[in-house]
């Protein structure tokens, strides 16, 4: 009796070592289940030399999206190429920049990419024409719907501007990508677009961190007077230092949409 126990207990032990040598096979051969990962994640930003860590802990990364991705953007206007007519001293080089910093992806291609902590910011846009040229605003979500759409007249005063992201439209999701455009037209041209910027923006909701575009929108004074060094400092790292004495724009005209 003691013989056969013991047979049963060594054919027991000898059929556990083979169902843990399987289960040590299927670990070292992939055949387990493993834990999904983003294999496209952003490798550098088009920077300059950074703010002090400890007066910011900013790290541009892409928030845990899954399924999308966000595409080529476009930060600067066509300039002197719009074919606008513009006089005085504008520089036709710097008509239309979107203040939106740039990102690189493994795939190298750049983005205009920036992340939010609010459901309704705003952006802010260096816009160079004359009186009179018309702003076209849209906001998309991510399969090109549109979210909100306005159409904004320059006043006399041409320089820095903030639109509000989605004045009429809903507020942001968290985590998820949303596509801007600002369209120009000329003045005597109202209805076809000769100039644009587009990027895409990202709501980081629980984000701990103040973003580079929440910084920017807190360091510009109302007034457009008396710039901070944090402010020049904030602009010089994405390449925007000779934005430093743009003055604010006039307010814009709200005209309604044209179909």
């Known amino acids: 009796m003691i013989h056969v126990q013991s047979r049963c207990v060594g054919f027991g ?7 843990l040598g399987s289960l040590l096979a299927g670990v070292t051969l992939g055949v387990l289940p493993g834990w999904a990962i983003d294999p496209l994640q952003p490798i550098g930003r088009l920077t300059h030399p950074t703010l002090n860590q400890t007066q910011r802990q900013l790290k541009q990364t892409r928030p845990p999206v899954r399924g999308d991705r966000p595409i080529n953007g476009r930060g600067d ?39 939010t902590r609010h459901a309704q910011p705003g952006l802010w846009f260096y816009v160079g024409y004359p ?33 509000p992201l989605s004045p009429n439209g809903p507020d942001l999701a968290p985590n998820r990508f949303y596509r801007w455009y600002l369209r120009v037209s000329c003045a005597n041209r109202p209805e076809e677009t000769v100039d644009f910027v587009t990027g895409e923006i990202v709501h980081a909701a629980h984000a701990k961190t103040e973003y580079w575009l929440d910084q920017l929108d807190r360091l510009l004074s109302p007034d457009g007077q008396g710039r901070s060094p944090q402010l020049i400092e904030l602009l010089d790292q994405e390449g925007l230092g000779d934005l430093r004495e743009a003055p604010l724009a006039s307010p814009l005209q709200l005209a309604p949409v044209t179909n």
């Open 13 to 19: 032990l000898t059929r556990m070592a083979i169902v």
């Open 77 to 115: 206007g066509a300039g002197s190429y719009s074919g606008c007519v513009v006089g005085g001293e504008a520089d036709p080089a710097k008509l239309l920049v979107a203040l939106v910093p740039q990102t690189i992806w493994e795939d190298g291609t750049t983005v205009v990419l920036g992340e």
């Open 131 to 163: 009186a009179g040229t018309v702003l076209e605003w849209e906001l998309q979500d991510a399969v090109g719907h549109s979210l909100d759409q306005q159409r904004l007249v320059m006043g006399s005063q041409a320089g820095l501007l903030r639109l």
